[in-house]
């Protein structure tokens, strides 16, 4: 059994393979700063930035994977992704968004929701 850290980083590549399919470039891989992580950044033209939060939850008893994205952790994502922008001047330049892949099951394959524009940075 893989411990949580190497469970994650399945995961995250099994997300980060599974929007490389639907046509999406990848530009950053856990980018980390003072203010957070966000565990990718990909580019689709046609959609300009999008930030990703990759969540597993082996079952649904607490609400699932995509729920585990509470308030907190989207403002966090949200001062994140601000500081990036600004880090690579691109701070009104481009469309972003914030998606959230949701990953779920006991065992693979396992179940993969793309949640497009899961929340709005307010």
Known sequence: M???????QNTETMALEYLQQQG?????RNFRCKMGEIDLIMTDNADGLLFVEV???KNNLFGGAAASVTLKKQQK?????Q????MK???????????VVA???AK???QIEWIKDAFQAY
Do not use: H, W
């Not at 893989?2 to 994650?8: I, L």
């Open 77 to 81: 994502l949200i001062r994140t992704a």
């Open 2 to 8: 893989p411990n949580s850290v190497e469970q994650g």
């Open 55 to 57: 969540r597993y939850r």
């Open 24 to 28: 999406l470039s990848l530009l950053e």
């Open 108 to 110: 693979m394959p396992y």
């Open 89 to 99: 001047k691109l701070s009104g330049r481009c469309y972003s968004r914030f998606d």
């Open 83 to 86: 500081l990036y922008l600004q």
């Open 103 to 105: 990953l779920s099951g």
